[in-house]
T-cell receptor, first 113, second 115 residues
Framework: GENVEQHPSTLSVQEGDSAVIKCTYSDSASNYFPWYKQELGKGPQLIIDIRSNVGEKKDQRIAVTLNKTAKHFSLHITETQPEDSAVYFCAASPTDSWGKLQFGAGTQVVVTP | EAGVTQFPSHSVIEKGQTVTLRCDPISGHDNLYWYRRVMGKEIKFLLHFVKESKQDESGMPNNRFLAERTGGTYSTLKVQPAELEDSGVYFC?????????????FGPGTRLTVL
């Protein structure tokens, strides 16, 4: 089955700096890679996703890159703000699993003013 | 549009007791998923309903866990009898019918503590 590894487990950045979270996956059949943000007391919320036919996707200060050959994908947050502080999860979904998401262990991001 | 709701938000029970968690998906969403996060580890898939049918229950830990979705609307997840290792946060998510890559919307979770 699919296995997703996520690094780092914690990330502390100064406000205005960039944050990068990296994930690797094992199943080459995976074709969908969402990123979720979980704030305290809330459930995970989708912030961006990428499909295997695309190498990069950007939405304002957030971007995701995918390297299918190396089986890794990354989340980039630029110009970080205190409200970016949260736990971020990457996930992968193989084509034969129909919606079943395999998550990474999460990254606690702390943005200090 | 109301989001995914879960009840209760917290539950503290003793080992051997029974607990039932409830999830109300977004109205009209045929797909309903249960996930669990234990002790700061990854969020793990438990099972997937399409309407009232179990599409995939490969993540259910053992037969102490029973999930139902009568009528294809809300779902319940019963743990009987609860064990210490069942402690964690149980999330429910839903997505509309269609593509397998449709966005899954998560509820706030139920934090279960088994003493």
């Amino acid at each position: 089955g699919e296995n997703v590894e996520q690094h780092p487990s914690t990330l502390s950045v100064q406000e205005g700096d960039s944050a990068v979270i990296k994930c690797t996956y094992s199943d080459s059949a995976s074709n969908y890679f969402p990123w979720y943000k979980q704030e305290l007391g809330k459930g995970p919320q989708l912030i961006i996703d990428i499909r295997s036919n695309v190498g990069e996707k950007k939405d304002q200060r957030i971007a995701v890159t995918l390297n299918k050959t190396a089986k890794h994908f990354s989340l980039h947050i630029t110009e970080t703000q205190p409200e970016d502080s949260a736990v971020y999860f990457c996930a992968a979904s193989p084509t034969d699993s129909w919606g079943k998401l395999q998550f990474g262990a999460g990254t606690q991001v702390v943005v200090t003013p | 549009e109301a989001g995914v709701t879960q009840f209760p938000s917290h539950s503290v029970i003793e080992k051997g007791q029974t607990v039932t968690l409830r999830c109300d998906p977004i109205s009209g969403h045929d797909n309903l998923y249960w996930y669990r996060r234990v002790m700061g580890k990854e969020i793990k898939f438990l099972l997937h309903f399409v309407k009232e049918s179990k599409q995939d229950e490969s993540g259910m830990p053992n037969n102490r866990f029973l999930a139902e979705r009568t009528g294809g609307t809300y779902s319940t997840l019963k743990v009987q009898p609860a064990e210490l290792e069942d402690s964690g946060v149980y999330f429910c998510a839903s997505s509309r019918a269609g593509e397998s890559t449709d966005t899954q919307y998560f509820g706030p979770g139920t934090r279960l503590t088994v003493l």
